[in-house]
């Protein structure tokens, strides 16, 4: 199994992988809005398109620099999914999905990118697929409510925290299959994050907590503007 490595916050490697990653961001969703219709679908379409390929790509890769691992290199971390469903969603936009890449996209990216915890190791091409990764995972929901104008449904918070339970069950049984440890279920990640509270299990039940609150968090500025319409 691949050792999980780190970077130091706020070093050097930190400060280039996060305002590279924020201000491709920042430069994208500007442009989408300055944009027409049919230009921004292009650009939705071709963001689609990268989160796709890049999500292929990263298991070819591994591959064929001798990386691969059945314990660390399957697309089973939920940024894994999220990056999976942020690919779909740029041609299919179906309402769950953008909810899902909303919820589970923005705040999964929020911590990976503070706390960056490189799965798959950090040399060469990693180092920049993990900003690829969790910049597009950020991206792709800004851009759908920024530049498109999607918007969470009333209590989708709580019914995206409850599909997110059924990606638990399928990563916690393929741990237990082949004594892995994705999405942190058997031992807690290395990161230095305040939402890591205790040892197994009871860290996992703050990373749960800590994941409704976000959710209703992100949820909150678009309840207000609904009870201003009803």
């Known amino acids: 199994m691949i050792p999980h490595t780190t970077i130091e916050i706020f070093g050097s490697d930190w400060w280039l992988g996060n305002i590279?990653?924020?201000?491709?961001?920042?430069?994208?969703?500007?442009?989408?809005?300055?944009?027409?219709?049919?230009?921004?679908?292009?650009?939705?379409?071709?963001?689609?398109?990268?989160?796709?390929?890049?999500?292929?790509?990263?298991?070819?890769?591994?591959?064929?620099?001798?990386?691969?691992s059945l314990q660390s290199s399957l697309p089973l971390q939920m940024c894994s999914f999220s990056s999976l469903f942020c690919g779909i969603v740029m041609f299919y936009r179906k309402q769950e999905f953008y909810e899902f890449v909303y919820y589970m996209g923005i705040a999964s990216a929020f911590h990976s990118l503070l706390t960056p915890e490189?799965?798959?190791?950090?040399?060469?091409?990693?180092?920049?697929?993990?900003?690829?990764?969790?910049?597009?995972?950020?991206?792709?929901?800004?851009?759908?409510?920024?530049?498109m104008k999607f918007r969470p449904r009333k209590y989708s918070w709580y019914s995206t925290f409850l599909f997110a339970q059924i990606l638990l069950i399928i990563a916690g049984i393929t741990n237990w299959l082949i004594d892995a440890n994705y999405m942190y279920l058997c031992q807690k990640p290395i990161v230095n994050n305040p939402f890591v509270m205790g040892e197994w299990p009871w860290y996992i039940l703050s990373l749960q907590f800590a994941g409704l609150l976000h959710f209703f968090l992100l949820y909150l500025p678009f309840s207000v503007f609904q009870n201003k319409d009803t």
């Open 20 to 68: 590279s990653t924020i201000a491709v961001i920042i430069a994208i969703i500007f442009f989408g809005k300055q944009s027409n219709h049919s230009t921004q679908d292009k650009i939705a379409k071709l963001i689609g398109a990268i989160s796709l390929f890049r999500w292929i790509f990263i298991q070819l890769y591994s591959v064929y620099v001798d990386s691969w």
């Open 118 to 147: 490189f799965t798959m190791g950090n040399e060469g091409y990693f180092f920049f697929d993990y900003y690829l990764n969790h910049g597009t995972i950020a991206l792709v929901p800004l851009y759908l409510t920024l530049v």
